[in-house]
């Protein structure tokens, strides 16, 4: 099944100067083999390739089962000397969990069990008890 990242990773993204990291979080292990797989340092480069004018790299956090990606010369020159709406990079992350994957029938429909809302900040608020 093709589906986005978005049901099946929580995300966190942010700048340090001119670059971006993208933190990518598997709801699931086998979600993060599953993304481990198919979302390469060379995808996240094509999918940002208009945006992006250097490196990307990516870091694997098993005990974390997220994926860290960093995008080198992503933000126009950062904070106060880009002319772009996000010199921040906080956008970045949601860019990310737009691109689509081929997904196991079983492993979609496992995180949309345990997931429902895909809203990592949902759940946890939910979680706590109310006052």
Known sequence: MRI??????????G?????????LFAYSEDVYELIKRVV?????????????????????AKNLLALNFVLRDALGGGG????????????????LVRL??????????????????TGWARSYLASLPQS
């Open 4 to 13: 986005s990242l978005s049901e099946l990773c929580g995300y966190r993204s």
């Open 15 to 23: 700048d340090k100067g001119n670059l971006v990291n993208i933190a």
């Open 40 to 60: 390469t340092a060379e995808r996240v480069a094509e999918h940002f390739a208009p945006l992006v004018r250097g490196e990307v790299t990516r870091y694997e």
């Open 80 to 95: 106060p000397s880009t002319l772009r709406a996000d010199n921040l990079g906080k956008t970045f992350g949601c860019t």
């Open 100 to 117: 689509e994957i081929e997904a196991p029938d079983d492993l979609v429909a496992a995180s949309r069990r345990s997931h429902p809302d």
